[in-house]
């Protein structure tokens, strides 16, 4: 088996609106030939999440292909992410270090609400800091954003969110 960083699972938001081929892909995603997997592919909302497949990353960029190919969303994730070392409570100690921070920054003199949790990635939790202000003012989101890695805890930088978005 490959070491654990070259390995990759599917994360899919919504699944696809019909079942793409697969047959030609079965040597090397052996985990498509289960009927369970199979039929969470067509799952659109919620949507699949993690596949559970633990592919190679050419492997694992074919199978995108397709299943794109057939209206699927999704990304290709390192499998480690399936289970998260960093809860959200500890995301959220992480963060709020890190937003008030930023928020003091970024926007000095302005009134922030607590820290919230906002939402989950396959790769990170997102909590915010709202000022009431910046909203009136037309900002979106209206505060500042801390998105907090699910293995190791570090905040993602907009270098790192901006690479990983330009190579999908």
């Given at each position: ?116 949790y906002w939402r989950e990635g396959p790769?990170w939790w997102v909590f915010g800091m ?39």
């Amino acid at each position: 088996m490959a070491p654990a960083a070259s390995v990759y699972d599917l994360y899919l938001t919504a699944g696809c609106t019909r079942q793409p081929p697969l047959d030609d892909l079965l040597g090397a995603a052996p985990g498509l030939a289960d009927a369970t997997v199979r039929a969470r592919l067509l799952q659109r909302t919620p949507g699949p999440g993690f596949l559970g497949l633990d592919l190679s990353a050419d492997a694992a960029r074919a199978l995108l292909d397709r299943l794109t190919r057939a209206e699927a969303r999704g990304e290709m994730v390192p499998a480690a992410y399936r289970r998260p070392r960093i809860d959200t409570q500890a995301g959220q100690s992480i963060a709020e270090r890190a937003l008030i921070a930023q928020a003091g920054s970024e926007f000095p003199g302005y009134t922030f609400r607590p820290v919230r949790y906002w939402r989950e990635g396959p790769r990170w939790w997102v909590f915010g800091m709202i000022a009431d202000a910046l909203v009136d003012q037309g900002h979106v989101p209206g505060g500042v954003l801390a998105y907090v890695d699910k293995l190791d805890g570090h905040i993602w930088q907009p270098d790192e969110l901006q690479r990983l978005f330009d190579t999908r």
